[in-house]
């Protein structure tokens, strides 16, 4: 038996988000038919994150045990040859048998594409979040900045988030832009459910002016999700970076603008 690693990518909008679903729409199903066509036998695999329905990821790892013996371009091009044309696997590799996607990561990056601009995306439509009322983004930086840190984030979760603590610590959260698009990149040891897009939605009242930046250190000390602004759109959220200790082996893909194409 042997345990590998995959690093893929994808485009959420057509599947009910990464987690398998009765009725088999998600992207684990998916990939979970195609490895084990390769492999001749029935494949489980285990995720770095659980992305939503309509978040899109630039480099999702899992990992699954085998008996199988394959080469890596095996799970490569011909998992790859078996996947819908929105699904691609970019590396995989033998690891040690206590790697685990999820366990073993020690950050994950998630990237956010905001267009602003009066009107919605055509040709991004679907890979980017929109908004049409001019943003700050000094306004929206200064407010982002007190997030950073080690802090609870109930505010920012779901009301259906199963995470058994909403403590986490946010290393980087750093706004650019280029021409008509805000470029969000958020770090954090681990998030919470819809946190990137809650932390999304209060950014944008702050660029727009409905708040200074110093509501979103109010609403963060409040814990209180009522008192935050709404889940923005899944549509510009990509799973971007997934980081392990070096020891692991495990491949550093880091994506700066490949998907910026679609703009």
Known sequence: ??????????????????????????IQDTLEVALSQIAGERITVAS?????????????????????QR??????????????????????????????????????????????????????????????????IERMQQAA???????????????????????????????QQQNDCFILDLRANAFLHHMVRNIVGALVYVGKGKYAPEWVAEVLSGRDRKFAAPTFAPDGLYLSRVEYETHWGIPSHVEENGVLGVL
């Open 71 to 136: 080469p890596d371009t095996a799970w490569v091009r011909g998992v790859n040859a078996l996947l819908p044309a929105s699904v691609a696997i970019r590396w995989a590799c033998e690891v040690a048998p206590t790697f685990h996607a999820r366990f073993s990561a020690k950050s994950r990056s998630y990237r956010y594409l905001l267009l602003n601009r009066p009107t919605r995306p055509g040709l991004a439509a679907g890979k980017v979040g929109w908004f049409h009322v001019p943003l700050d």
């Open 48 to 68: 770095a994150g659980r992305t939503d329905t309509g978040v899109h990821a630039l480099a999702q790892v899992v990992h699954f045990d085998t008996a199988a």
């Open 1 to 26: 038996m042997v345990r590998i690693a995959l690093g893929l990518e994808y485009d959420g909008s057509r599947f009910c988000g990464w987690q398998t679903q009765p009725d088999a729409c998600a």
């Open 145 to 175: 900045n007190y997030l950073i840190g080690e802090h609870d984030f109930s505010a920012f979760r779901a009301a259906a988030c199963q995470a058994k603590t909403p403590i986490r610590t946010l290393t980087e959260l750093r706004i």
